[in-house]
């Protein structure tokens, strides 16, 4: 089956490390989104990318780091920058068709203690 | 810039009682729009679209009208179920550069027994 899988769905971290979340599909898409998600909000876009090898910030992108070093796959680095870490972080994809949605990946809550 | 707006919730509804939630956006040009629904705990998945002005979308019993006039999504179902419980989110895409989709802030749905 196709889809995104985000691993691992609950991570915990101490103040100041770095955390890396990870995102993968198989759907063959081109263009891979980062968000955030906070109690009772909205989506915030953190960063996307249409391409391999390019990425661009997206709303809130301080404190985050990505890399697209493969089609598959769009990891999110959490650095120790980001004054509110925790938080619940969805992954998406979509083809670059004009009208296609987003599909979502099942998300890491992430709690930074 | 684009934005969407959503009737807040929380939303409480008896099973088998008739549900719309509101939305409107404001959009330069012609957007697609979403429906997409939340499960506690997991990430978003796609309800129904319109990319047309007077499209309807429609699946699972929900519906949904793209109305050009009146800039509105409202979703709409019949008979609610206490499955049906979840976040409702109204989102749009506008094309033109990257897929950037705009979304609402939600609406919790509760469907009681």
């Known amino acids: 089956d196709g889809g995104i899988t985000q691993s691992p769905k609950y991570l915990f971290r101490k103040e100041g490390q770095n955390v890396t979340l990870s995102c993968e599909q198989n759907?063959?898409?081109?263009?891979m989104y980062w968000y955030r998600q906070d109690p009772g909000q909205g989506l915030r876009l953190i960063y996307y990318?249409?391409?391999?090898?390019?990425?661009q910030k997206g709303d809130i992108a301080e404190g985050y780091s990505v890399s697209r070093e493969k089609k598959e796959s769009f990891p999110l680095t959490v650095t120790s920058a980001q004054k509110n870490p925790t938080a619940f972080y969805l992954c998406?994809?979509?083809?670059?068709?004009?009208?296609?949605?987003?599909?979502f990946g099942p998300g890491t809550r992430l709690t930074v203690t | 810039g684009n934005s969407v707006t959503q009737m807040e919730g929380p939303v409480t509804l008896s099973e088998e009682a008739f549900l719309t939630i509101n939305c409107t956006y404001t959009?330069?040009?012609?957007?697609?729009l979403f429906w997409y629904v939340q499960y506690p705990g997991e990430g978003l998945q796609l309800l129904l679209k319109?990319?047309?002005?007077?499209d309807k979308g429609s699946n699972k019993g929900f519906e949904a009208t793209y109305r050009k006039e009146t800039t509105s999504f409202h979703l709409e179902k019949g008979s609610v179920q206490v499955s049906d419980s979840a976040v409702y989110f109204c989102?749009?895409?506008?094309?033109?550069?990257?897929?950037?989709?705009?979304f609402g802030t939600g609406t919790k749905l509760q469907v009681i027994p």
């Open positions: 998406a994809s979509s083809s670059r068709d004009e009208d296609d949605e987003q599909y």
């Open positions: 759907l063959n898409h081109d263009a």
């Open positions: 990318s249409q391409i391999v090898n390019d990425f």
């Open positions: 959009a330069t040009g012609y957007p697609s």
């Open positions: 319109a990319t047309k002005a007077d």
């Open positions: 989102a749009l895409l506008n094309s033109g550069g990257y897929q950037k989709v705009t």
